[in-house]
Nanobody, 127 residues
Framework: QVHLVESGGGLVQPGGSLRLSCAAS????????IGWFRQAPGKEREGVSY????????YYADSVKGRFIISRDNNKNTVYLQMNSLKPEDTAVYYC????????????????????WGRGTQVTVSS
């Protein structure tokens, strides 16, 4: 069975950092792109970042560009999201999802481009 499990969330002060992990099982990560999404209370889920199957192309939402870095280790079947300079507005539940091995600059933001989702990990940025 396909499973995606997020970890690494928690409470952090503004300006701090966290690294989220997305551990994949039940399929070969090498053949899939992975997206990170987030959902804040009272808001719709939004795309944060995406990485192609080889890691050669990455996309970021404008709100996190320059602060977040997505990476992957196919040998460990894991995708990471390094989050730096965190802001209170980054507070949300973060989800990873399995997508096609390559998505373009528009399609990666659409939830329909993904077929399996993790249950999410809470990130709270507060002093």
């Amino acid at each position: 069975q396909v499973h995606l499990v997020e970890s690494g969330g928690g409470l952090v002060q503004p300006g701090g950092s966290l690294r989220l992990s997305c551990a994949a099982s039940g399929f070969l990560l090498d053949y899939y792109g992975i997206g990170w999404f987030r959902q804040a209370p009272g808001k719709e889920r939004e795309g944060v970042s995406y990485i192609t199957s080889t890691g050669g192309i990455t996309y970021y939402a404008d709100s996190v560009k320059g602060r977040f870095i997505i990476s992957r280790d196919n040998n460990k079947n894991t995708v990471y999201l390094q989050m730096n300079s965190l802001k209170p507005e980054d507070t949300a539940v973060y989800y990873c999802a399995r997508g096609s091995r390559w998505l373009n600059g528009v399609s990666w933001k659409g939830e329909k481009s993904y077929d399996y989702w993790g249950r999410g990990t809470q990130v709270t940025v507060s002093s």
